[in-house]
Structures are given as C-alpha cells and as structure tokens.
C-alpha cells in the first residue's frame, strides 16, 4: 500500500496493508544467519541430527532469522513516500508459534494496528505481522513492529 505522508497512516488503523511475495528458508539462509550471529544450535545448522532427531526431521530456521525478513518483506507492499526518515523503534507482542523447516516458503502479511502523531511531526506506527508458512494452519512468527516515520 503507498501512501503519500506519514499523517496518511492515522486514517488507515485496522487495515490490512498487504502480503509479501513467498520466500524459501534454505539451508544457506540459515547456515549464514548462525555465522552471522554466532547461534549454531545444531537444530538450525546439523541436518543428519536433525533427521534423527528433529520432528519433521529437518533443520529449523532460527526464530531470530524469521523475524528478521519482517522489514525486506514488508518493503515490497508498504511504503510512505514523503518520509525523511524511519526509525525501528521496538515490538511488542513477539511470538514464534511454528517451526519453519528447512525447504519451507514464508510470507509476510501486515496490517495497522495503531498509529498516532509523535514528536516533531512523525508517526507512531504499529504494524501486526504475521510470518505465514506455507501450507500451514499456523503462523511461524506474530510480532507487532513499531516504527517512528518522519515526513
């Protein structure tokens, strides 16, 4: 969804603003994600255990490295074009509630939860995501993200 000034976002509360393209969890993407910070729990990065051991018998993508794709995936359907800049300012309400296997496809869809003017004329948004996993009844990841955007 495109909106033009940051104000734009007060009158869009409980819409949904989109869903993203599906995106495949390889084992790549993991591996490189333990490099990067240092968690290489053999559940993410050892598929000959994880085949024993594992239910599904797959490596799991870090919750961490699923949360992660929220702003990249998010970026493809929301965007405010008279903005200086956009802060990440937290989450609330995190839940990882699903295991994405090795092989899975994810997608992002997101609506507006709240939003209210902030200091120095920006907004104060709360996005509600939920991380779909394809062909799956429940979601990998729920989490409310909060940005401050600036006109």
Not at 109 to 127: F, N, P, Y
Request: proline letters at 5%; aromatic letters at 8%; glycine letters at 8%.
């Amino acid at each position: 969804m495109q909106f033009g000034h940051p104000n734009e976002l007060l009158d869009h509360v409980g819409d949904e603003i989109g869903v993203s393209s599906w995106v495949a969890i390889d084992q790549k993407m993991i591996n490189d994600f333990a490099d990067a910070t240092g968690d290489h729990q053999w559940i993410h990065v050892d598929p000959e255990r994880a085949a024993k051991e594992v239910p599904g018998g797959k490596t799991i993508a870090h919750g961490f490295l699923l949360l992660s794709l929220f702003p990249s995936l998010s970026d493809e359907f929301f965007h405010v074009a008279q903005t200086s800049y956009t802060l990440n300012y937290g989450l609330e309400r995190l839940r990882f509630t699903a295991m994405a296997p090795v092989g899975s496809r994810v997608r992002l869809r997101q609506s507006i939860a709240s939003a209210e003017k902030s200091k120095d004329d920006g907004v104060r948004v709360v996005l509600e995501g939920v991380l779909e996993i394809e062909g799956s009844e429940r979601p990998a990841v729920v989490a409310q993200t909060i940005r401050l955007i600036y006109p």
